[in-house]
Antibody, heavy 122, light 107 residues
Framework: QVQLEESGGAVVQPGRSLTLSCAAS????????MHWVRQAPGKGLEWVAL????????HYGDPVKGRFTISRDNSKKTLYLEMNSLRVEDTAVYYC???????????????WGHGTTVSVSS | DIQMTQSPSSLSASVGDRVIITCQAS??????VNWYQHKSGEAPKLLIY???KLEVGVPSRFSGRGSGTEFALIISSLQPEDIATYYC?????????FGPGTKLEIK
């Protein structure tokens, strides 16, 4: 079955860096766009970033632009989120999600992982 | 950037009730709206895409309607397992955004 499993969440100090991973299985990873979405404690869902199947179409939400980098390795069926200059407000559960399309249009998220927790605190 | 608002922010209803959650976009977005269900401790789940299309495996009591700036998620007969927070999400342009959510409880 289609599965996504996030890893890499940790407690880190403000200003430090962290990289999250999302391992995919059960579908042709190289055919689908992928997203990162986060949920801060007590808050709603917030879209973070998307990457097309071929990594040519990449977009970020305003709060993370210039600090976070989304990437993928289709040979390893893995999605990444490199997070730099972390802030307290980046504290959240981070979900990866599969887009039913190639990631160039009609963006939606039809399969989600269970999330990994990032806590930014001094 | 397009902003999504939802109402109500929370809702308490009885089993069997018809429930309507509304979502408003800050500008016209055709039917480029998805709806998600998020139960506590679980992964979010896509319910409705393209404004009104039911995702495979989602019970038929869920439906979506609307276009332009006004959208709605309708649960025709509320079930106990529908306790969750519901979010709309637009994909008209980037950045994508979700509504603030509607927390649904059973009376």
């Amino acid at each position: 079955q289609v599965q996504l499993e996030e890893s890499g969440g940790a407690v880190v100090q403000p200003g430090r860096s962290l990289t999250l991973s999302c391992a995919a299985s059960g579908f042709t990873f190289s055919s689908h766009g992928m997203h990162w979405v986060r949920q801060a404690p007590g808050k709603g869902l917030e879209w973070v970033a998307l990457i097309s199947n071929d990594a040519e179409n990449i977009h970020y939400g305003d709060p993370v632009k210039g600090r976070f980098t989304i990437s993928r390795d289709n040979s390893k069926k893995t999605l990444y989120l490199e997070m730099n200059s972390l802030r307290v407000e980046d504290t959240a559960v981070y979900y990866c999600a599969k887009d039913p399309s190639s990631g160039y249009y009609r963006y939606s998220m039809d399969v989600w992982g269970h999330g990994t927790t990032v806590s930014v605190s001094s | 950037d397009i902003q999504m608002t939802q109402s109500p922010s929370s809702l308490s209803a009885s089993v069997g009730d018809r429930v309507i959650i509304t979502c408003q976009a800050s500008q016209g977005i055709h039917n480029y709206v998805n709806w998600y269900q998020h139960k506590s401790g679980e992964a979010p789940k896509l319910l409705i895409y393209d404004g009104s299309k039911l995702e495979v495996g989602v019970p038929s009591r869920f439906s979506g309607r609307g276009s332009g700036t006004e959208f709605a998620l309708i649960i025709s007969s509320l079930q106990p397992e529908d306790i969750a927070t519901y979010y709309c999400q637009h994909y008209y342009s980037v950045p994508l955004s979700f509504g603030p959510g509607t927390k649904l409880e059973i009376k």
